[in-house]
């Protein structure tokens, strides 16, 4: 660590631009994975399907700033717990996210945020957010290298309470879903898994659940059976399917039976349909901070003023303000409606006219540019200063887990050397931010 000339704690920025004396540890991570899993070779699976998934680094935060991302997530969970905002987004939503049962919540919401030191903005929500497996791993990984930081570094518990939150999750969603006796047979569903950049967490995923009691089979949608008003994978009963699948709607070719299995309540799906519509559709941002829309839809004003601070300006693109936002376009981000992964989302200082018009012939919206924070992974003169967002999971409103994204380019990509998940530290005498 750069040594601090001030008697006084450092500020987070300093923490960020100064501190190295904590280090992701190649050993301990490797025990981990291997303790994880049960197996050997996870370690290795890893490092050849994404090597830059795990930043050298970590990312500290301010309490306060943990604190007022909480505080949003909440002022969101209020709103879009009101009838005529889901009546309202169910309307311009596919038929089935209105259709399909109500009661789950959906797992692994990722609320994202920039935040620095004068910034501050929820950027977007995702409604299968990846990477909470990997950050329980993580976790234990972690090697401080002085004193003056050991503070800072996680309670031997801290992932092992994070576990155990997920596979209770788990059961909720079963609970809540109006399901008789216990969780007995998940099904991780995503296409071609084995091929998927995260398919090592699917690998955590399954053991985890295995060591709850629970039969737990990673498969493509296209092994999946619909029989007797049931879902089957073989001769194996599915009773929820923990949902990794990027077409949102089920509406492709090989997602039929699912689709089906969905309408027809034959097992739990999570994250559904109706969840991506009411809280991952971009155009959502748009009306969460409309002052005009929060006031008719009865939002009281206390939490008004939390949105309104707290989520940049958005607005839909359409021809009426398509040249106001070619102007203005330097200022602004453009996301697809539907887009995940930075998938198609331009900063507008980079768009080029023929971009310009693959984004009004499809559905975008426009946001208000918020900087992410920086994190210096080295005291190298060399070394580059990455770019970092906020990943906050949440279920059911609450914040269960709080990690970082470092990066370089225009948005996450788990690309870039030194780069990727991050721990959050919260302050001086803190253990990552829950």
Sequence with gaps: MTPFSAPAAPT??????????????????????????????LFELLQARCPTIFAARPVFVSRQHVARMAEVVAAVESVIALPAYQEMVLARSPAIAAQQPVNARGVFMGYDFHVTETGFGLIEINSNAGGAMLNAVLARAQRA???EVEGLMPLPDVADRLEADIVAMFRREWALAGRGGALERIAIVDENPPQQYLYPEF??????????????????????????????????????????LTDFALGAPGNAVLREACLRDAAVLTPSPRTHALYADKRNLALLGDAAQLQALGVPQATREVLLAGIPPTEIVVPANAERLWRERRRLFFKPVAGYGSRAAYRGDKLTRRVWQDILAGEFVAQALVAPGERAVSGEAASPVL???????????RVQWVAARLYQGQATNFRTPGGGFAPVYAGLGETPAL
Aim: a negative charge.
């Design 145 to 147: 290298c002085c004193i």
């Design 387 to 397: 770019k970092f967002d906020l990943r906050n999971y949440v279920y059911d409103g």
């Design 12 to 41: 987070i920025q300093v923490l960020n631009k100064g501190c190295f004396c904590i280090s992701l540890d190649s050993d301990a991570l490797r025990g981990a994975l291997e303790s994880e899993i049960g197996e050997p070779g």
């Design 203 to 244: 690998l955590l995923f399954r053991q985890l659940f295995r060591r709850h009691g629970i039969h737990t089979v990673i498969v493509d949608p296209g092994e999946l059976a619909l029989r007797d008003g049931r879902l089957w994978h073989g001769d194996l009963g599915i009773d929820l399917v923990y949902n990794r």
